[in-house]
């Protein structure tokens, strides 16, 4: 693995916030290991721009480590990654990210507006307390996941739907080009899902990249353009249509065929109940 | 009652030094400690603290007498030491980190013990004054270490001022911190340093064993008040402070059992009791978070339910009673 060679996107395209750069992000060869054991296995991915991406894969497959490598939130044992053609370092206040929701402790002493406030702080950098500016941007947030009439109300107070609503409106404050999500959807209710699908369309539409870990197959084809399918290994990445196959599933999800089966039959003929 | 007269007028300047700083050591504690909770280091904040004594026994060993620069930095470098402890049999081995934690607080603790009975043992080593730094002596507290502990709160509480906002994001949520490109793992090390720098001023009045009290108690006592962290930080200051203040009062006033000599107390275990009751009076009365307050709420619920269902029976056309949390499914609910 030559670090000498250029990127072609790199090279094609020197400035940033253009869409002239194919991939949002690329993974090289990345395997990551906690206690010596490996997580992610010399994984080679490439993820596009301006798509909703989701990381499918049964549990412990790496679907969260890949993310948090990718954010640098983990130790590579070997790999490296680049986000728009560039070290990770020079584009942080490009990403915005959506952590996994039991990661917190919901009962911290601050209200759903302060919780979204924080995703101004990477742009007010160190010692800088957040103006009004901030306090508008994060209503703002608020509003777009419906959330506004919930903002001086204590975190422990809100739902599991209403507190990945406000996760999500974090991210949104950060004002980013590319997302990372942790389960968006997990254990959320309907009209969060709706909610969280519509913000996300939204994002697409704007040029936004969205890069989601996804558990429901179900919902994988409706609500994602692209798929990344790991187990440990990546086992497939692409365009849903051509991507999300029977044959893939099987090998990503290994014993558990006859579900799988079913559910890519389903989904083969369109029956899209959801 | 003489005693506590003098006291209380502050004609004493000794106790006027004393008084002053507890209670400013009390307000430092709480305000620092209060991060230390949220963070979910209470525990390791307790091993830190307890691994000062062998590192100011270190340094006395090293200096040869009692010198503050001496004995920070010997209770920093053990308290680095005990953190790295901890975070090292928690990753590279499979014992769980509360067995970790109670593993260096023990451990250290007995170094500490045993090092400081052989600086007593040689000569001139009761001048070290190491046996008051395990339960505390406020009473030996001289001008110079309040004064200490005054530069040291204006530190703790500068820092936390100007550094409001990481602190809180990184006790919130450290991953989404780290994702901002911030240095958590330096902020976490700053955040065990400050809790040090208190353990060591703190020695001469409250000890080792019962420092994490100051630290952790106000703290919690505190969050039963309010939902802000801005407001806990205040409540947990000014709980430490007062902490602090009563019990150095206490121990100066009450009369010590076999002696009958006032100031016999160590004023560490007063402390601590005090701290213990301004927890148990907000477990308990807390408008909203108290346990009577829920216990209210309960009884009235069932009541309201009660007259409803009475009315229900009668007449089908009562509404039911709203849920609290109407939208969905219970939170923490595991996913598939």
């Not at chain 1, 053609?85 to 996994?100: A, H």
């Not at chain 1, 197959?217 to 609500?223: F, G, K, R, S, V």
């Not at chain 1, 365009?239 to 389903?266: C, H, V």
Request: net charge positive; charged share 20%; hydrophobic share 50%.
């Amino acid at each position: 693995m030559s670090t000498a060679t250029p990127q072609p996107s790199a090279s094609s395209a020197p400035k940033t916030g253009t869409p002239a750069s194919p991939s949002a992000v690329e993974v090289h060869d990345v395997t990551v290991a906690y206690h010596r054991k490996p997580v992610l296995w010399d994984v080679d991915v490439q993820l596009p721009t301006a798509k909703l991406i989701a990381i499918i894969g049964p549990n412990g497959a790496g679907k969260s480590t890949l993310l948090k490598a990718i954010l640098g939130l983990v130790p590579l044992a070997s790999g490296r990654v680049e986000v728009f053609g560039k070290p990770l370092k020079e584009v942080r206040s490009r990403i915005g990210y959506v952590p996994q929701r039991e990661t917190v402790d919901w009962d911290f002493p601050v209200d759903a507006l302060d919780v979204v406030l924080m995703g101004r702080y990477g742009k007010l950098g160190w010692l800088r307390r957040p103006g009004k500016a901030d306090r508008d941007a994060a209503m703002h947030s608020l509003e777009q996941v419906g959330m506004a009439p919930f903002a001086h109300r204590q975190i422990s107070q809100l739902s599991g739907g209403q507190q990945q609503r406000v996760f999500l409106a974090r991210a949104l404050a950060q004002d980013a080009d590319l997302y990372f999500m942790d389960e968006p959807f997990a254990g959320v209710d309907a009209a969060t899902e709706q909610a969280i699908v519509e913000v996300l369309r939204r994002l697409r539409t704007a040029g936004k990249t969205v890069v989601a870990v996804h558990h429901d197959l179900q919902t994988a084809p409706e609500y994602f353009d692209h798929v990344v399918m790991l187990n440990m290994r990546l086992i497939a990445a692409g365009p849903m249509e051509t991507t999300f196959t029977a044959k893939n599933l099987q090998s990503t999800y290994g014993g558990r065929l006859t579900i799988l089966e079913e559910t890519a039959e389903a989904i083969r003929r369109g029956g899209r109940e959801r | 009652m003489d005693a506590l007269l003098r006291l209380l007028t502050l004609q004493d300047a000794n106790t006027r030094t004393v008084l002053l700083g507890t209670g400013v050591l009390g307000v430092a504690c709480g305000v620092i400690g209060s991060f230390a909770v949220l963070r979910r280091r209470a525990l390791v904040g307790d091993a830190v603290s307890h691994a000062a004594l062998p590192g100011v026994c270190a340094a006395y060993f090293i200096v040869g007498e009692r010198s503050f620069w001496a004995f920070l930095v010997g209770a920093l470098v053990f308290g680095v030491l005990a953190s790295a402890f901890i975070s090292f049999i928690w990753t590279a081995t499979r014992v769980k980190e509360d067995a970790a934690v109670a593993l260096a607080i023990s451990g250290f603790f007995g170094l500490g013990i045993v090092m400081s009975r052989m600086i007593q043992n040689q000569p001139g080593g009761n001048r070290a004054g190491l046996d008051s730094f395990i339960f505390g002596k406020a009473a030996s507290m001289t001008m110079s270490d309040a004064g200490l502990i005054g530069v040291v709160a204006a530190v703790v509480l500068l820092v936390v001022a100007l550094l409001y906002k990481e602190l809180k994001l990184l006790c919130f949520d450290r991953d989404f911190a780290a994702s901002l490109g911030w240095p958590t793992l330096l902020l976490d090390l700053l955040l065990m340093a400050l809790v040090c720098v208190c353990t060591v001023v703190g020695l001469p009045a409250v000890g080792v064993v019962l420092m994490v009290s100051l630290l952790v108690i106000p703290g919690v006592a505190a969050r039963f008040w309010t939902e802000r962290l801005e407001v806990m930080l205040l409540i947990a200051g000014a709980l430490g402070g007062a902490a602090g203040l009563l019990g150095t009062t206490l121990s100066a006033t009450v009369p010590a059992p076999e002696s009958g000599l006032t100031r016999g107390w160590p004023t560490g275990p007063l402390i601590t009791l005090v701290a213990a009751a301004f927890f148990v009076i907000s477990m308990l009365l807390a408008p909203r978070r108290g346990v009577l307050a829920d216990l209210i709420r309960r009884v009235s619920l069932r009541r309201r339910l009660q007259s409803q269902n009475a009315l229900l029976a009668g007449d089908d056309r009562s509404p039911l009673p709203e849920s609290p949390h109407p939208t969905d499914r219970p939170r923490g609910e595991a996913q598939p």
